[in-house]
């Protein structure tokens, strides 16, 4: 009930093209799902994040898309960029939890 | 505005050693996590701290202990080191427990 699923493990994409990572989860508690950008040697850093009460959010190329009956949410990178060659991961914890839980992180390599 | 800073940036330890992990959280903000991230893998909680007391543990053995102080640093202590607690052990600040979470650049804690 813990876990977040998350696919594709690796994923290349052309530049400009788009980029979609999905994620899936379990405990129905969970209502915060930040995802987190991640370069090699450098600790994560937030790139964008929701709340259940909205099915869309919009940061510039980087959207959340919520889907809260089939319990599912995407990151959806516009134009992808060989900058936003990094690794990936969604989280997702409950309002006041101690825990946030990742997935287990999705390597997008764009190729210019 | 500083960041999440951690020390030391490398460490190399032996098995059976103890090592002690130091954080500075981001100005005004009173919750520290820490995380541990194996090679190629999400980051996994560890525990959190808010106001100098633990607010939540992850499913790792005793041996990994914490400690917050006044000023809201924060180190992690791990005893009688395993070759399987080489990874990246990461801090992350907070305003308060559930809030986003601002990763520092983590430590590279590598048994030999």
């Known amino acids: 009930q813990q876990q977040v699923k998350q696919s594709p493990q690796s994923l290349i994409v052309q530049k400009g093209g788009i980029s979609i990572i999905n994620c899936a989860y379990e405990?129905?508690?969970?209502?915060?799902f930040p995802w987190y950008q991640q370069f090699p040697g450098k600790g994560p850093a937030l790139l964008i994040a929701i709340r259940p009460d909205v099915s869309e959010k919009k940061e510039g190329r980087f959207t959340i898309s919520f889907n809260k009956s089939a319990k599912q949410f995407s990151l959806h990178i516009m134009d992808s960029q060989p900058g936003d060659s990094a690794t990936y991961f969604c989280?997702?914890?409950?309002?006041?939890?101690?825990?946030?839980?990742f997935g287990p992180g999705t390597r997008l390599s764009v190729l210019p | 505005e500083t960041g999440v800073t951690q020390s030391p940036t490398h460490l190399i330890k032996t098995r059976g050693q103890q090592v002690t992990l130091r954080c500075s959280s981001q100005?005004?903000?009173?919750?520290v996590s820490w995380y541990q991230q194996a090679l190629g893998q999400g980051p996994q909680f560890i525990f959190q701290?808010?106001?100098?007391?633990?607010?939540g543990r992850g499913n790792f053995p005793p041996r990994f202990s914490g400690l917050q102080f006044p000023n809201y640093s924060s180190e992690l202590n791990v005893n009688a080191l395993e070759l399987d607690d080489s990874a990246l052990y990461l801090c992350?600040?907070?305003?308060?427990?559930?809030?986003?979470?601002?990763f520092g650049p983590g430590t590279r804690l590598t048994v030999l």
């Open positions: 992350a600040s907070s305003s308060d427990p559930g809030d986003t979470q601002y």
């Open positions: 989280a997702a914890s409950r309002n006041y939890g101690q825990n946030f839980v």
């Open positions: 701290y808010y106001r100098e007391e633990e607010n």
């Open positions: 100005s005004g903000h009173n919750t």
């Open positions: 405990n129905t508690a969970f209502d915060y």
